[in-house]
């Protein structure tokens, strides 16, 4: 998952232009609807077998969302700055 991680990382396109603050909901639990509902349409989004991962990003960070099967979602994370901000996980 590291190694699909960093590929996918590279290859995404330049953030600029989308806000979502600086903290994370948690999102543990939520369908992709939900998630659209409150982030919008990502940036970027990759499949990998039965998983798929969404990105974000601001000027000085991303959000990375990953949906397993039944597009739920089981793991989401902001890098850069904006994680620098965050509190409590």
Known sequence: MRKILFV?????P???GVY???SLPDLRGKDSDDVMA???KPVA??????FKMWA??????STLIFFDVD???Q???QRGHCAEDMTGD
């Open 45 to 50: 989004e990759r499949r990998e077998g039965n």
């Open 75 to 77: 793991y989401a994370e």
């Open 38 to 40: 409150v982030f919008g």
């Open 20 to 22: 979502l603050g600086k």
């Open 56 to 61: 974000y990003c601001q000027s000085d960070c």
């Open 14 to 16: 330049s953030c600029s």
């Open 71 to 73: 597009n739920i979602v």
């Open 8 to 12: 996918f990382l590279f290859l995404l």
